[in-house]
C-alpha cells in the first residue's frame, strides 16, 4: 500500500505528448466515411446477411485505413488519419451531423479544419450516397413522410432527443477476456460457432489482426530509419508486440494495453464511438503488472509512463456533432469512463498496487479523456478514499466517487446478483454497468422534463404556438391545489415518453435491421444467445 504522501512526477515523454497534442486542433477526418463509402460501393454482396456485411466494411475499413506511429509512442493505433480526429459516420446520422459542412472551420464552437478537398469528397462522393441509405432513412423509409417530421423534430429536440439515431454507444464491452485469451483463443470458446454472428465476428477479427500486422510493419520501417538507439529498440518492441497482440494472448503491461486499445479502437470504427467505456481497468490489467513487476522487467515509473501514454490514445478521436445538436449535450463529448478501486465480487476490498498508481495517471494527465472514477466502499482503506479525494480536488475532473454501497444496492433492486452488482463499472458521465454483460445503451435518449411541467401549465401547448404537443389538460386556472398541478404534470410525462417510445422502438429496429455490430457485439455476453435463436 502507498504512502498519500508520495508523489509522480511527470514523465519528460508524456509531457512531450501532452505538448504535441494540446497544440494540435482537432481535425474532421474523412478517412473511415471514404473506406465505408468505398465498399459499399464496390464490394458490399447485398445477397449475404447484413451482419455478415457489416463485418466485412469494418475489416475492409481496417484493412485500409492509415496506420501511423507518431514521435514518443508506445501504445500506437490511430483511430482517425489525424493526430486529433473528429470522424464521421456517414451510414448513422453522419450526414445531418455535415449540415455545417462548408463552414466547419469556421463555426463558433469546436471548429475542425478540413482542406477543401475533403469536404467536396464529402459532397460529391460520400454524402450523396447516403443520402437514402442512412439507417434513420431506412428505418421510416426515405420516401416516408413520417421521416422528415421525425428529423424536425430531432433537430428541434424541444421534447426528447433520441441519440440512437447515430448508433449504439454507451457501453462496456469485455475488454478483459480478449487480453488474457487473444483472439485466438476468445473464439474458440465461442459455442455459436455455426451463427451468422460467429462468422462475422471472424472477419472483423481478420480485419483487426490485419490492422496491428501493419502497425508492426510500419514500426519495423521506423526502426529501420532511426538513429537514436533507445528509440529503435522502442519501436523493435512496438513490432514485436503488434504482430503477437490482439490475435495471441497478452503477457506484460505494455502488451496488455496495445490489445486493450486496438481492441477499443476497433470497437470505436464499427459504430458510433460515443462513451465506449473501459469498465474496471485497474483490476483486469493488474496480473500483467504484477508480473511485470515480480520479473523484474519493468519499474513502478515505466508502468506509470505506460499508462499515461495509453491515457493519451484516448484523447485523439472525437465524432462529429453539429453545433445544434452539441448544445443539447452540452458539449463535444466522448467520455470514455474508466473505473478503478471498489469490491470484488465477495465483498472486499479490491484497491491494488495499480489502482494507486491510476490515482497518479488522473492527477498528472490533465486530458479529456479517459473519465476516470474511482468507487469507494466502507471497507476501502482510508488513505486510499483520502489520495482519491486529494486527486479530485486537483480541478481535472477527475476521478468521478462512487459510493458502492448506494451503487450496488440500486443495481440489486433492478434484478442483478450480488455478485454481479460487485463488479458494476462506469460508462460515460455517471452511469453504472455490468462489464461484457450488458449492451446497455445508456445515453440511448433524453426527454425534457421541464417541457412536460410547461406543458401541465398550458393545456399542452408550448407558449407563443398554436398547436398542441402534449396531452389535454385543464386550464391552469383550474389547478387549485399542487395535487392537481402534479397530476398534468404526469399526464404530460406520460403522453411524452408515449412518443419517445413510438419513436425508439424504430430506431432500435433499424439498429438491429441495417447497424448490427458484430465486433462489438462478440464482446457482450448475451449477444450470442440473442444471434443464436
Given amino acids: 500500500m502507498r504512502d498519500m504522501a508520495v508523489s509522480s512526477e511527470t514523465p519528460a515523454r508524456f509531457s512531450r505528448i501532452k505538448n504535441e497534442l494540446l497544440s494540435n486542433p482537432v481535425m474532421l477526418c474523412t478517412e473511415r466515411a471514404e473506406l465505408v463509402t468505398e465498399f459499399f460501393k464496390k464490394h458490399d454482396n447485398k445477397k449475404e446477411p447484413m451482419v455478415i456485411r457489416k463485418a466485412r466494411a469494418l475489416n475492409y475499413l481496417l484493412q485500409n485505413k492509415s496506420a501511423t506511429i507518431f514521435d514518443d509512442e508506445l501504445i500506437v493505433g490511430n483511430v482517425g488519419s489525424k493526430r486529433k480526429s473528429a470522424i464521421i459516420q456517414p451510414e448513422l446520422a453522419g450526414a445531418v451531423m455535415s449540415e455545417e459542412l462548408l463552414w466547419m472551420d469556421r463555426r463558433k464552437t469546436n471548429p475542425y479544419p478540413v482542406p477543401w478537398r ?6 460529391v462522393k460520400v454524402l450523396p450516397y447516403w443520402l437514402t441509405r442512412n439507417m434513420v432513412s431506412r428505418a421510416f423509409g426515405w420516401y416516408n413522410p413520417k421521416l422528415g417530421r421525425y428529423v424536425l423534430k430531432q433537430l428541434d429536440a424541444s421534447s426528447y432527443l433520441i441519440n440512437e439515431s447515430g448508433g449504439i454507444g454507451h457501453f462496456l464491452p469485455g475488454y478483459d477476456r480478449m487480453i488474457t485469451q487473444g483472439i485466438k483463443g476468445y473464439m474458440e470458446t465461442i459455442d455459436e460457432k455455426g451463427s451468422d454472428l460467429h462468422a462475422a465476428a471472424l472477419i472483423a477479427c481478420e480485419g483487426l489482426a490485419a490492422y496491428a500486422g501493419r502497425l508492426s510493419g510500419e514500426a519495423r520501417r521506423l526502426a529501420a530509419g532511426e538513429s537514436d538507439p533507445v528509440r529503435k529498440q522502442e519501436l523493435l518492441e512496438i513490432a514485436r508486440i503488434c504482430a503477437k497482440v490482439p490475435l495471441e494472448p497478452a503477457e506484460t503491461l505494455q502488451e496488455a494495453l496495445q490489445s486493450l486499445w486496438l481492441t477499443h479502437m476497433a470497437v470505436c470504427l464499427e459504430g458510433l464511438n460515443s462513451a465506449i467505456s473501459f469498465g474496471r481497468i485497474d483490476q483486469y490489467l493488474y496480473p500483467f503488472y504484477k508480473a511485470d513487476m515480480e520479473a523484474g522487467r519493468i519499474g513502478r515509473d515505466r508502468a506509470l509512463e505506460l499508462l499515461l501514454c495509453f491515457s493519451a490514445k484516448t484523447t485523439e478521436h472525437m465524432f462529429l456533432l453539429s453545433s445544434r ?209
Fill in 118 to 123: 475533403d469536404k467536396l469528397t464529402l459532397l
Fill in 325 to 533: 445538436v452539441s448544445e443539447y449535450h452540452g458539449g463535444y463529448l466522448v467520455a470514455q469512463a474508466a473505473t478503478v478501486g471498489g469490491v470484488n465480487s465477495k465483498g472486499n476490498d479490491a484497491v491494488n498496487d495499480l489502482t494507486w498508481l491510476f490515482l497518479d495517471v488522473m492527477e498528472l494527465a490533465g486530458l479529456r479523456d479517459p473519465n476516470y472514477m474511482a468507487r469507494i466502499s466502507h471497507v476501502s482503506p482510508e488513505q486510499y478514499v483520502k489520495r482519491a479525494v486529494e486527486v479530485a480536488c486537483k480541478g481535472n475532473a477527475v476521478p468521478g466517487l462512487f459510493n458502492d454501497e448506494a451503487t450496488i444496492a440500486a443495481l440489486t433492486a433492478h434484478g442483478y446478483t450480488i455478485e454481479e452488482a460487485r463488479d458494476y463499472g462506469v460508462v460515460g458521465c455517471v452511469e453504472p454497468t455490468m462489464p461484457g454483460r450488458s449492451f446497455c445503451s445508456t445515453d440511448a435518449a433524453l426527454i425534457n422534463l421541464p417541457m412536460c411541467l410547461i406543458l401541465a401549465l398550458n393545456r399542452g401547448r408550448r407558449p407563443g404556438k398554436r398547436l398542441g404537443i402534449g396531452a389535454k389538460t385543464p386550464d391552469p386556472s383550474l389547478l387549485r391545489t399542487m395535487d392537481d398541478v402534479i397530476e398534468a404534470f404526469r399526464a404530460q410525462v406520460d403522453h411524452l415518453v408515449s412518443r419517445l417510445i413510438t419513436d425508439i422502438r424504430i430506431i432500435e429496429k433499424a439498429n438491429r435491421d441495417f447497424h448490427p455490430t458484430p465486433f462489438s457485439s462478440m464482446l457482450v455476453k448475451g449477444a450470442w444467445k440473442v444471434a443464436a435463436t
